[in-house]
């Protein structure tokens, strides 16, 4: 289990980034902490000519609250939001799903944007993103694009980032002070890929909630808020919606059950009589 | 629990019993360990990659090795002709027309069978190399489950053989049939037990070299025994045993019988050395490992019981299938007859009827694998116990106690064979019963049951067989043919003490260990024979066929170390005592039986003032043999062979006494069900064990937390799963998913000692009772939570929440409005088969799209990816297509047929191609229907895919798929309105998705 030949290419700034991929579009792969691509290179299931090692360019390893958002360079690890002191008031969605992505070790290595870019279906920051309707910033030598969650978004291991273009910035909104919410996520193991994943944000204006591990893409949903009956409704027309699959042991009946299940969880948590996260 | 203690000073009280530091951690656990992969090579040593089929059965046309030679740092190509010189097939254990050669001949029959050798100058360009081998296979129809295999009409695995059953086998001991014919009740479950394994931290490994001028190989492997395999490797490599130097590392990062499986591996890079003409080394990757190493025999079988109201069981009859996959390994069929003789379990029944039937399928061949055919048997036999108490609406544990061997009956004969050497059944139970807390489960599953929550108590009671007769595996012989091959019976083992010029004593065994510390417990026996501290004995387990005393039966298996070997070491120790003790006789001035060894010194028993230091006196005879006293020997070294007297070879009609000892465990457990997720928790796991004498109580525990994580595994999670067309399904640890910590609670142990009177120690094994215990018990539990519910129900292992769920029932209320994604339809048969449908509507005529898809260079259009699309036949192509997904790419060899052609308003399109991921195959119908703008282009999909994608990226391959299906019809349709861009601009997601499967090609 040895990677096909690659040149690695140490990166020193975003613009250096920029130009290799200029140059080299699609024959050449982004690593930032590897915890997905490193397998993938082992297996050779991806063969890169070039390998862009954005993990040690500082300029990319960051965390500002800026623009009422928390905004997370490239290069910076998922252990690095974890233990933020002030995450569970800045972005209590995160503190509550970072827990839930792999094992420490993985956390220690993965960094929030590269589990963006990778846009496996079932992971937990993918989900955050849309469920706060957060976005990315995308950097190439034409210039910086932003795009929301929605449009990033494209389906499995699918993004709208183009081969010439860096990932090099997230931005989750800040919670605002009347807003909650929850994280739920049915695994076969602790640390493993979600089965079904949901988080909810409830505020005056309604709950929001959000789908991970059962369509293509996080699949999101607005509600007002509703009672315990009109929310079976919508959460069992949600579950319907996700076009679940059965696969293996993981029935598409057991994926409904879930979201209906976890859906109730969440809303339950989240509304603000309940109190939430803060 | 019992917690190691440090070693301190010299005392007289034994040092067996007592659980010193083990002597093997602190090397480990400094990163000092002598693994294989660990150890210097000679210069010049190459490394090998296997090549491997992707096809589960196929016959295989031609493999090209022309392009690989050619590759940078390419030293040799290992291919079927060079073996078929070299070598000849491994020996089967049953009298069948059947082949089994290292790498395949002319045929592949599963997902991982080598196919070719690269040997390059690292591992790294071999692998490189391994793509560039052309090899044609022509795909067979394939037998995956037992069920298709033994089917009428079922594709033969080996034609010559006529059947895919290759072993029938019928036995019956007292009359069955009677005690059938007058039972009171006739109870009877049907099971599945599930293929699995145990995963080593470290996998195969195998360093050969072959010297041409002696016409010898010599080995380096992790190969774990059992060493009659060494005989089996030697022949298949035509040369004498001699000639087969093997050699085991001080250390194996974990075996669990599952290291048995190298052997056919170190044949394998034998050749490849003798090949290469250099030394080659051969590391096992985890895709290899999960796919091709080997795996638990899957079974499934019938049990029936005749049985008295009262619960007594009379009788029981067996009706057992075992799917051992492509081929018949050594020593399979073992893992029915290893428990042969105790087939009735725990339990005093007199009346037994067994048949047994061995089949192929095209899976990986099956092997050891912790508790070796002991899971098979109890999962049917303990659900059965609890199907009794349910259906004659008894207590479990009066059903238990009523069938159990009486205490007072042992040692006793089992109706198949086996001579239970010791124990008190009904004693453990009762001391698992209070020692385990059960009146509080019980308390607890009412609370539970009061609220409504799914809480479930199971019990398991088994035996434990230990130090394995080699003569077993001839029970699948029939007494004519066991009598024309002469007689097979016996467990030898040995082991060497000797003393060193300076008084050292060092302890050889070959017991191949693979951590179970098996130095520390030879050292704790030596220590209390010659009365000396453990720290002071040496032991060398690093194990030479060339330079070491050993047998057949040698190996680290079958749970033989703590009654055989350290039995034999204990023997040879005291054999070197008591010669000792008459040259130290001579200058204590005393009879040489009195005396005495113990603290570091030697006295006579009536004089222990008046000492001499063990080195001394054991030293002597290395510097003054002219001393030492006539008859008493000069060299300080014994070696003993031992064998348990009790192991006979089946006898004519068939009886058998499989093991040397027999332990016993009974087992207990809660647990709980969530309704929501369907997850099982285990609320107490109690386990308790009469393993004989504890010669070592915190490696006994450890044998038994391990031997517990594992089977949790295999309750809760752990399965090889296979498609519908035989590919594999779990070549990931996130794919084949073991418990950590996370998952595995600490389970309450407890320990009864009866000691065996066959070993010499009194020790029996205990390593494997869990892997035949855990996993029904928890299946028993599992049963009893959902009892109150859905009533008596059928469990089948793995107990993943999907199937808790199912047995559960969900309540799946429809959608209040029509659901906005198509539904989900439903996969076709249990594995990788991917079913999906669609509609594009597109601004053309029917007329158009249907022209666009029989024109060969429109059709290449629309295929993403294609270099090149030639017509072979009409409405039959070839194609060559680059295909990827975020990066993944590979160049696909793809053959595409249009069939059941009805112009303008359907086809049937199919394609399928290979690459170095693998292979994919899609069929399905495409219809075309006018509407208002256009046409409606309904599809219909089979995907198939196989190979290293299936294996790896199973979870995402579904969302893939589907995407690539629609897009592919939404380009035939850009092309048919005559619209179609150029080919899609190589960032687009969708396009690289499309190009990965090769959908479409």
Redesign the interface.
């Known amino acids: ?5 690659f040149d690695h290419v140490r990166i020193d700034s975003p613009e250096e980034a920029c130009d290799l991929l200029a140059e080299h ?2 024959d050449a ?1 982004v690593l930032a902490g590897g915890q997905s691509l490193m ?2 290179l082992n ?6 000519a070039v390998l862009l090692d954005i993990s040690r360019c500082a300029a990319l390893d960051y965390v500002r609250v800026e623009d009422g958002t928390l905004a997370i360079g490239a290069a910076t690890t998922q252990a690095a939001i974890e233990w933020r002191p002030a995450l569970a008031t800045e972005v209590p969605l995160l503190a509550a799903a970072l827990p839930a992505v792999a094992h420490f070790p993985i956390r220690n290595r993965g960094t929030v944007c590269g589990s963006l870019a990778h846009a ?3 992971a937990e920051l993918p989900l955050c993103l849309a469920a706060l309707d957060g976005e990315v910033v995308l950097r190439s030598r034409a210039g910086t694009r932003r795009l929301k969650a929605a449009q990033f978004q ?7 980032c ?3 273009e860096l990932l090099v910035e997230a931005r989750f909104p800040l919670r605002s002070p009347d807003e909650a919410c929850a994280f739920e996520e ?1 695994s ?6 979600a ?1 079904v994943a949901v988080a909810a944000v409830a505020s005056p204006r309604g709950i929001r909630i959000a789908v991970g591990g059962v ?2 893409r996080p699949v999101v949903a607005d509600w007002p808020d509703l009672d315990d009956a009109a929310l079976d ?1 919508a959460l ?2 949600l ?16 994926r ?3 979201v209906r ?2 859906g109730r969880r969440v809303v339950r948590r989240a509304r603000p009589t309940a109190g939430g996260l803060s | 629990m019992n917690a190691p203690e440090r070693a301190t000073g010299v005392g007289t009280d034994p040092w067996l019993g007592r659980s010193p530091e083990r002597v093997e951690d602190l090397t480990l656990l400094a990163g000092h360990g002598a693994f294989l992969d660990y150890l210097p090579v000679r210069p010049g040593t190459l490394h090998a990659a296997v090549l491997r089929s992707p096809h589960a059965h196929a016959v295989l046309v031609r493999v090209a090795t022309d392009r690989a030679m050619s590759c940078p740092g390419v030293r040799a190509v290992l291919t079927g002709e060079d073996v078929t010189r070299w070598a000849q097939p491994f020996v089967v254990g049953v009298k069948q027309p059947m082949q089994h050669w290292p790498l395949a001949i002319d045929r592949v029959r599963y997902v991982g069978e080598p196919v070719a050798v690269v040997i390059a100058e690292d591992r790294a360009r071999a692998e490189d190399a391994l793509d560039a081998i052309d090899v044609d296979y022509d795909p067979l129809p394939v037998a995956v489950e037992i069920a298709d295999a033994i089917a009428p009409g079922a594709p033969l695995l080996h034609p010559e053989v006529g059947s895919n059953i290759v072993s029938d086998r019928s036995f019956r001991y007292g009359d069955p049939e009677t005690a059938f014919a007058t039972a009171a009740r006739r109870v009877a479950v049907t099971v599945q037990y599930p293929r699995n394994s145990c995963t080593p931290i470290e996998c195969g490994a195998v360093l050969a070299e072959y010297s041409p001028g002696e016409g010898a190989y010599d080995v380096t492997s992790n190969f774990m025994g059992p060493f009659s395999l060494h005989t089996v490797m030697a022949l298949a490599l035509k040369v004498p045993a001699t000639r087969l130097r093997h050699r085991c590392p001080r250390d194996s990062g974990g075996s669990f019988g599952v290291k048995q499986s190298v052997f056919p591996m170190v044949v394998l890079m034998c050749l490849a050395a003798r090949k290469a003409g250099a030394p080659v080394k051969w590391v096992e990757d985890r895709l290899e490992h999960l796919t091709a190493a080997t795996s638990a025999t899957g079974r499934s079988s019938t049990l029936e019981a005749a049985v008295d109201p009262d619960g007594r069981i009379r009788a029981l009859a067996y009706d057992q299938f075992d799917d051992v996959g492509g081929y018949l390994r050594a020593p399979e069929p073992a893992t029915f007859y290893r428990m042969h003789g105790c087939l009735t379990g725990a339990y005093d029944i007199p009346h037994l009827a067994v048949r047994n039937r061995v089949v192929v399928t095209n899976r990986t061949p099956a092997g050891l694998v912790r508790g070796f055919g002991g899971p098979q048997v109890y999962f049917a036999l303990e659900r059965l116990m609890q199907r009794i108490a349910v259906e004659l609406g008894l207590d479990p544990l009066d059903v238990y106690r009523r069938n159990f061997v009486p205490c007072d009956a042992f040692p006793f004969r089992a109706a198949a064979g086996a001579l239970l050497d010791s124990g008190d059944y009904a004693a453990a139970l009762d001391k698992a019963l209070a020692e385990g807390g059960h009146d509080e489960l019980l308390r607890r599953r009412d609370a539970a049951r009061a609220e409504g929550r799914l809480y479930g108590i199971g019990f398991a009671a088994i035996v434990e067989p230990s130090i394995s007769n080699m003569g077993y595996i001839t029970t699948v012989l029939t007494a004519e043919q066991r009598a024309r091959a002469g007689p097979k019976n016996g467990a030898i083992a040995a082991a060497t003490v000797n003393v060193d010029p300076l008084g050292g004593v060092c302890v050889t065994i070959a017991s191949a260990p693979a951590g179970q510390g098996h130095r520390t417990v030879c050292a704790q026996v030596v220590a209390d024979v010659l009365g000396v501290r453990p720290e002071d004995v040496t032991v060398n387990t690093e194990f030479d066929t060339h330079k070491d005393a050993w047998s057949v039966a040698e190996g680290n298996y079958s749970s033989r170390f703590a009654g055989a070997v350290a039995g034999t070491v204990h023997l040879a120790a005291t054999r070197l005592r008591d010669r000792l003790a008459h040259i130290a006789a001579t200058s204590l001035d005393c009879e040489s039986r009195e005396v005495v060894f113990a603290g570091g010194r030697v006295h006579a028993r009536t004089a222990p003032d008046r000492s001499l230091p063990f080195a001394r006196v054991a030293s002597a005879p290395h510097w003054a043999p002219a001393l030492v006293p006539e008859g008493v020997g000069i060299g300080m070294r014994e070696t003993v062979f031992w064998t348990p007297e009790s192991l006979a070879a089946p006898d004519a009609e068939d009886h058998i006494n499989t093991s040397a000892a027999y332990g016993f465990a009974f087992d207990l457990c809660g647990v709980e069900i969530d309704r929501t997720t369907g997850r099982v928790r285990i609320d107490r796991y109690v386990t308790c064990h009469d393993a004989g004498r504890l010669l070592n109580p915190a490696l006994a525990d450890g044998q038994v937390r391990g031997g517990f994580a594992q089977a949790v595994g295999a309750a809760l999670m752990e399965e090889f799963r296979y498609g519908a067309d035989g590919s594999f399904l779990s070549g990931t640890l996130a794919d084949y998913l073991v418990p950590t910590a996370c998952e595995i609670p600490d389970p309450v142990i407890v320990h009864l000692e009866t000691p065996s009177p066959f070993t010499p120690l009194g020790a029996k094994g205990i390593g494997e009772g869990n892997s035949m215990s855990t996993p029904v018990c928890i299946a028993n539990a599992v049963a009893d939570a959902l009892h109150p519910v859905v009533g008596t129900v059928d469990i089948r292992l793995p107990l993943t929440p999907g199937r808790v769920l199912d047995l559960l029932g969900i309540d799946d209320p429809p959608p209040s409005v029509a659901p906005t994604a198509p539904p989900a339809t439903p996969a076709r048969g249990t594995g990788r088969t991917m079913r999906m449908s669609g509609s594009v509507v597109v601004a053309a005529r029917p007329e158009d799209v249907f022209r666009t898809l029989l024109d060969p260079d429109a059709l290449a259009r629309v295929i993403p990816g294609c270099h090149g699309l030639v017509e072979t036949a009409p409405h039959r192509y070839a194609a060559d297509v680059t295909i990827g997904v975020s990066g993944v790419k590979a160049r696909y060899r793809a053959e595409i047929a249009l069939d059941d052609v009805d112009a303008p308003r359907g086809l049937r399109l199919s394609g399928r191609g290979t690459s170095s991921l693998g292979t994919a195959s899609g069929s399905g119908t495409v219809r075309l229907e006018a509407v208002d703008r256009g046409t409606r282009v309904d599809y219909d999909y089979a995907v198939d895919v196989g190979g290293k994608v299936a294996a790896v990226g199973s979870r995402l391959l579904d969302g893939a798929a589907r995407a690539i299906l629609a897009q592919l019809f939404e380009r035939l349709g850009r092309e048919a309105a005559g619209a179609v861009a150029p080919s899609p601009a190589p960032s687009s997601w969708i396009a690289r998705i499309l190009r990965w499967l090769g959908i479409g090609s």
Not at chain 1, 1 to 5: D, L, Q, R, V, Y
Not at chain 1, 43 to 48: E, I, S, T, V, Y
Not at chain 1, 188 to 193: N, Q, S, T
């Open positions: 289990m040895k990677p096909a030949p579009g699609d792969r397998p993938m297996m050779r299931l991806a063969k890169p496996d279906p079932s494209a389906g499995v291991l699918a993004t709208a183009r081969a010439d049915f076969l193991r602790h640390g493993d890929y089965i369509a293509d409704t069992n027309d579950a319907w919606s996700l076009g679940a699959r059965d696969e293996g042991e993981v029935s598409a009946k057991m409904r059950h879930l299940g976890l």
